[in-house]
């Protein structure tokens, strides 16, 4: 059995794709996060060919334009239709391509601070989107955000806000993404994630530390988070899916996790396996491949 681990291209940010692409097979990452952003916005084609001859497998894709409102770092366009149909696009550019995979959202700031109105139309939003997402056979995960950037970026940023935009959507196809770095404060988790499992379609993994930046994550094990615990809630709800390693960081620090995109993808994916291993009894085959691959750490170091 692999290990259910992959990587988000937002953890090798300045690398373009086709560097993320030769690096991820390099490390022997088998599943990848793909950022639109990285891809040419004209034509794509070559880059979705590139990417099925990898032999990476897709499990999850962050549009280009991935909110239904606007974001700090993404204001324009201000108007949510044509957000939503830039969403549309996406999800029909790659659907024929990786049937089954999962498109991130946020949902953006509230309008004018109005929430209540903000519930509303995110809501008669993620309907319309959710029915495109399950005419194109895949799904789409609200993903909460920490506090922190509450109406930054995000008007939902608990499990318990995220679970009415997802009853408000009634599809099938619209879930719930967890992130790790966003939800570890959150005290009614393991609660809600027993109530919505089947709703789980993602899982984003980092730790945290107080950020110096708005960018400023730690690799698994490297912060605060009791991972180990918040991943076997996840696990016990029942989610068998993939837990992608997203990495937002800091150039101008010189501890920034950007500037060893190797080293931080092999101690990423080490640090990964031992939290497994620990969690499940990976298999001792697995467990030497961890070995090895600290030993390519300590080599790096």
Not at 88 to 95: G, H, L, N, S, V
Not at 169 to 189: K, N, R, V
Not at 217 to 227: E, S, T
Not at 231 to 236: G, M, Y
Request: aromatic share 10%.
């Amino acid at each position: 059995m692999k290990l259910p681990f992959g990587i988000s291209q937002f953890t090798t940010s300045p690398l373009t794709f086709e560097e993320d692409l030769d690096l991820y097979q390099d490390c022997g990452i088998d599943y990848i996060e793909v950022c639109e952003d990285k891809m040419d916005e004209i034509d794509p084609q070559p880059q979705i060919m590139a990417l099925l001859e990898s032999g990476l497998s897709v499990e999850s894709i962050q549009p280009r334009l991935h909110s239904v409102f606007p974001l700090q770092t993404q204001p324009e366009p201000y108007d949510s239709l044509t957000r939503v149909e830039a969403f549309r696009e996406t999800i029909e550019t790659f659907a024929p391509h990786f049937p089954g995979v999962t498109f991130i959202t946020v949902t953006g700031q509230a309008p004018g601070g109005n929430f209540k109105e903000a519930y509303a139309e995110a809501g008669r939003f993620y309907r319309e989107l959710g029915i495109i997402a399950e005419a194109n056979g895949v799904s789409i995960a609200l993903e909460p955000l920490n506090p922190i950037s509450m109406n930054v970026d995000s008007f939902i940023c608990s499990l318990a806000h995220a679970r009415r935009l997802i009853d408000a959507a009634a599809s099938p196809a619209f879930g719930l993404c967890i992130d790790t770095w966003h939800l570890w404060e959150d005290e009614s988790i393991a609660y809600h994630l027993r109530e919505i499992a089947p709703k789980i379609f993602a899982v984003h993994l980092s730790d945290w530390r107080t950020p110096r930046s708005p960018r400023d994550r730690k690799l698994p094990g490297d912060g605060i988070i009791p991972l180990q615990t918040f991943l076997r809630t996840i696990h016990d709800s029942g989610y068998d899916g993939i837990y992608t390693l997203e990495l937002f960081s800091d150039l101008t620090f010189t501890d920034s996790l950007w500037r060893q995109p190797r080293q931080t993808i092999d101690m990423g994916r080490a640090k990964f396996a031992q939290l497994w291993s620990e969690l499940t009894g990976w298999t001792e085959s697995q467990k030497s491949d961890a070995a090895s691959l600290n030993g390519r750490i300590s080599v790096l170091a």
